[in-house]
């Protein structure tokens, strides 16, 4: 599907959110949408690791809430997990790392930026709950859509 975030905007202002971040991607894809799975995580990733690894993406986006940031939750392996299984992207409220890498990878990968440390802590996830990101709600079920200009969030997926 071949769409832009600001004509869907203009097309359907009043269907979506928008998720306002200072979003940085770092996949090797710049477009990505798809239905909506979240993540809550500490500062460690074993849960998410998990996800990707073993459950088929079939052209999802895994948006990802990290309560202590400045811990890289994404990196090499996981975008190569991600591609393997059929994850169209993924969107951290948090940081990633292996950029030189996970830019050659054709998945999504937006974050607020990066960190070279990862956790080794083993802690609490949870899957399919409501995050919130500034003004916005986003939940399992929902559709997210990324481009250079930024991420939306709608309940129903749109046509561009």
């Known amino acids: 599907m071949a769409f832009a975030t600001a004509d869907l905007c203009d097309e359907h202002r009043y ?3 928008t998720v306002c971040e200072e979003w940085r991607s770092y996949g090797g894809v710049e477009s990505f949408c798809g239905e909506v799975i979240t993540v809550e995580l500490d500062e460690s990733n074993p849960a998410l690791v998990e996800l990707l690894r073993d459950t088929e993406g079939r ?18 392996n996981l975008m190569k997990f991600a591609h ?22 054709p998945v ?3 974050a607020i930026g990066t960190s070279p440390r ?39 997926p749109i046509e561009s």
């Open 15 to 17: 269907d979506v959110r």
């Open 59 to 76: 052209g999802r986006v895994v948006v990802v809430d990290v309560a202590k940031a400045y811990y890289a939750v994404v990196g090499d």
């Open 84 to 105: 393997d299984n059929g994850w169209a992207g993924i969107v951290i409220n948090g940081y990633v790392r292996d950029t030189k890498i996970t830019r050659t990878i």
């Open 108 to 110: 999504g990968l937006k």
């Open 118 to 156: 990862k956790s080794f802590k083993k802690s609490q996830a949870h899957l399919g709950v409501e995050l919130h990101f500034g003004d916005t709600t986003i939940k399992s079920g929902d559709y997210l859509y990324a481009d250079e200009d930024g991420v939306i969030v709608t309940t129903k």
